[in-house]
Nanobody, 116 residues
Framework: QVQLVESGGGLVQPGGSLRLSCAAS????????MGWYRQAPGKQRDMVAI???????NYADSVKGRFTISRDNAKNTVYLQMSSLIPEDTAVYYC??????????WGQGTQVTVSS
């Protein structure tokens, strides 16, 4: 069983930045693709960013140029650096570990609120 623990959420003003972290319990973290998703109230959970085991990245169009996903395999941790935040970025952000091509394990989520 894999445990994923997110941290770094909070309240930030529009235009501000936050960095989310997701620590994985699995010692073979490095071989898995990892992703960040988000879910706003009343909406479905959507992909934000994905990073492959090899370091390739993919982003939702709405966050391209503002968000950066990265990973530190030595620390079993994946990050999401968020900049130029807008109110529409307000959501619960979830980390996931892929099993093959689909999300297999999820963290508990961390709330990000962008408001003045």
């Amino acid at each position: 069983q894999v445990q994923l623990v997110e941290s770094g959420g909070g309240l930030v003003q529009p235009g501000g930045s936050l960095r989310l972290s997701c620590a994985a319990s699995r010692s073979i973290f490095a071989i898995y693709d990892m992703g960040w998703y988000r879910q706003a109230p009343g909406k479905q959970r959507d992909m934000v960013a994905i990073i492959s085991a090899g370091g390739s990245t993919n982003y939702a169009d709405s966050v391209k140029g503002r968000f950066t996903i990265s990973r530190d395999n030595a620390k079993n941790t994946v990050y999401l650096q968020m900049s130029s935040l807008i109110p529409e970025d307000t959501a619960v952000y979830y980390c996931c570990q892929y099993i093959g091509s689909i999300p297999g394990y999820w963290g508990q989520g961390t709330q990000v609120t962008v408001s003045s």
